[in-house]
């Protein structure tokens, strides 16, 4: 038995040499690319307080976070190697509110609800019984293009591990859909604020007021900001563009001559300064505050080449 076991650990060293020789002291060239998947576990998503305020439930989104993407490599010179990576992800969030028609009725500010099923000192409060019950959802984007540079130490010919970084630009978009009702296509092509007629846009007041009323309504309107009298709904869409850093370790195996796995741990960094969003991508945000799109990331990939 002793014998037995003498051999087989003589034949474990000779076996792994035989299925992963050392990796050769020349320079080795080659490269790859593959499908490049990014787990990210982000910290907070900007913006997260603003969307509880309506009603939605931020835990919802995707934890972690995937970017769905591409990345290549390439030897450059000894044991350095330079990359590339492009990607995008997003994660979407809704709810179904129900609603209450409600008028002040009372001294207490806010909302006052009754002391009792019996008492009548709330508020005046009633349940819209309607199907019309307005929904709001948020959408989460994440896209990010950088540059790779790594050093590679080689374990095996098959098997090495690599430190480096990902370096590049980030974008995220934050869009929040508030709407009723069912979408139809004619209402989402009318104007939302009245009649369109020669370039003009004709904005209507209540044929039921009197004249003095409305030269009173539009006297105060004409300082204001036009409310939407059409439409089943609106979007808002904010978005930030930063400089993403990523460091991180590496683990590549050479399963077949032109295919292989990589695993890639790494810390992502990167934060959009206050005032830098922008509202549908041309209006700047001056007091909007200060996000960091920071997490623990993993990131696989199944590539191609050598």
Do not use: C
Not at 173 to 183: F, K, L, M, P, R
């Amino acid at each position: 038995m002793l014998r037995r076991i003498f051999f087989i650990l003589h034949l474990i060293p000779l076996y792994l040499s035989a299925q992963s020789d050392l990796y050769p002291i020349q320079d080795y060239y080659g490269g790859g690319i593959g499908y490049s998947p990014m787990y990210i576990s982000l910290d907070s998503i900007p913006g997260s307080d603003m969307m509880s305020a309506l009603g939605l439930n931020t835990n919802n989104f995707d934890n972690p976070f995937i970017v769905h993407g591409g990345e290549g490599f390439t030897h450059i010179a000894g044991r350095w190697r330079l990359g590339g990576y492009a990607g995008i992800g997003s994660s979407r969030i809704s709810n179904i509110m129900d609603v209450y028609f409600y008028q002040e009725t009372n001294d207490s500010i806010g909302i006052q609800e009754n002391s009792s099923p019996l008492a009548s000192d709330g508020d005046k409060i009633v349940a819209y019984e309607g199907s019309f019950r307005p929904t709001v959802s948020a959408k989460f984007s994440l896209t990010l293009g950088a540059v790779i540079l790594e050093y590679v130490i080689p374990i095996f010919r098959d098997l090495e591990i690599s430190g480096g970084a990902l370096m590049g630009l980030g974008r995220v978009n934050v869009s929040i859909d508030q709407h009723t009702g069912e979408a139809q296509w004619n209402d989402l092509f009318s104007n939302s604020y009245g009649t369109v007629s020669e370039g003009a846009v004709y904005y209507s007041i209540d044929s039921s007021y009197s004249d003095t009323d409305a030269d009173s309504i539009i006297g105060v309107m004409q300082g204001t900001t036009l409310s939407p009298v059409n439409g089943y709904g609106g979007m808002t869409d904010i978005s930030g563009t930063f400089f993403n850093f990523q460091p991180y370790v590496a683990i590549k195996w050479q399963i077949m001559d032109r295919v292989g796995l990589r695993l890639s741990l790494g810390y992502n960094q990167g934060t959009i300064g206050a005032g830098e969003w922008f509202l549908n991508d041309r209006k700047q945000i001056a007091d909007s505050p200060k996000s960091t799109i920071q997490g623990l990331t993993i990131r696989t990939m199944f590539y191609f080449g050598l």
